[in-house]
C-alpha cells in the first residue's frame, strides 16, 4: 500500500483545514488508517485513526472535539477534518495503514507510511 497525504497548509488561530490521504491499492477497506504528527524537535504523537471497517475511531484528548477522522473506502482515501486549529497544532501530519487495524494509537503497529504535510497555524 502506498499512502500520500496531502492539504496541509497555512492557517490562522480558530480556522479550519482537511487533510487526505490516499491509498492505492484495491484493498484499502481491509486497512484500519492513522494520522500523526511531528512537531519540531518532538516525537511523533498520535492524532486520529479509524478502524478497516469504519465503525470505530479513535483520538488523542488534545484534538477530540476538535478534529474529525473518516474514510470513503470508494475513493481509498482517509481524511482528517481540523477545525479550531490552535498554534500547537502546527506539526507535520502522517497518515499510516495498518491490515486489520482496529483504531491504534501506537505508532509501531502500523505497516505503511505516507510522507507527511505540513501545518502551520499562526497566532
Known amino acids: 500500500v502506498q499512502l500520500q497525504a496531502f492539504g496541509g497548509g497555512l492557517v490562522q488561530t480558530g480556522g479550519s483545514l482537511r487533510l487526505s490521504c490516499a491509498a492505492s491499492g484495491r484493498t484499502f477497506s481491509t486497512y484500519g488508517m492513522g494520522w500523526f504528527r511531528q512537531a519540531t524537535g518532538k516525537e511523533r504523537e498520535f492524532v486520529a485513526a479509524i478502524s478497516w471497517g469504519g465503525g470505530r475511531t479513535y483520538y488523542a484528548d488534545s484534538v477530540k472535539g476538535r478534529f474529525t477522522i473518516s474514510r470513503d473506502n470508494a475513493k481509498n482515501t482517509v481524511y482528517l477534518q481540523m477545525n479550531s486549529l490552535k498554534p500547537e497544532d502546527t506539526a507535520v501530519y502522517f497518515c499510516?495503514?495498518?491490515?486489520?487495524?482496529?483504531?491504534?494509537?501506537?505508532?509501531?503497529?502500523?505497516?505503511?507510511w505516507g510522507q507527511g504535510t505540513q501545518v502551520t497555524v499562526s497566532s
Open positions: 499510516a495503514a495498518r491490515l486489520y487495524g482496529l483504531a491504534n494509537s501506537r505508532s509501531d503497529v502500523y505497516d505503511y
